[in-house]
């Protein structure tokens, strides 16, 4: 089990960019999947990012493609979600999750606690 904390929600006017972090406090994070989701009020939990725990493969939904980039930090054990050109209805809690598997598409099995982004002029 590795326990996740993510940082770097703020309130952002529309056309910002903003870079989430989610670190692990003891657990290496390449030793996992992680994934990035978000959830607004009223709606589904979406996985916004994903990148692989084996070659780095990286997935993203076409709601974000060429928006949200993931990315790992091995040194400082962080795996990192930038995201540009950020719209209001990109507002939502965000989250990373992880699983011990080496790909995306497996189930998650650690959360952490989210970050709030709202994006609002």
């Known amino acids: 089990q590795v326990q996740l904390v993510e940082s770097g929600g703020t309130l952002v006017q529309p056309g910002d960019s903003l870079r989430l972090s989610c670190a692990s406090s003891?657990?290496?994070?390449?030793?996992?999947?992680i994934g990035w989701f978000r959830q607004a009020p009223g709606k589904e939990r979406e996985e916004m990012a994903c990148?692989?725990?084996?070659?780095?493969?990286?997935y993203y939904p076409d709601s974000v493609e060429g928006r949200f980039t993931i990315s790992r930090d091995f040194a400082k054990n962080t795996v990192y979600l930038q995201m540009n050109s950020l719209k209001p209805e990109d507002t939502a809690l965000y989250y990373c999750?992880?699983?011990?598997?080496?790909?995306?598409?497996?189930?998650?099995?650690?959360w952490g606690q989210g970050t709030q982004v709202t994006v609002s002029s």
């Open positions: 999750a992880a699983v011990g598997d080496p790909d995306c598409g497996a189930e998650y099995t650690d």
């Open positions: 003891g657990e290496p994070l390449d030793d996992y999947t």
């Open positions: 990148i692989s725990q084996t070659d780095g493969s990286t």
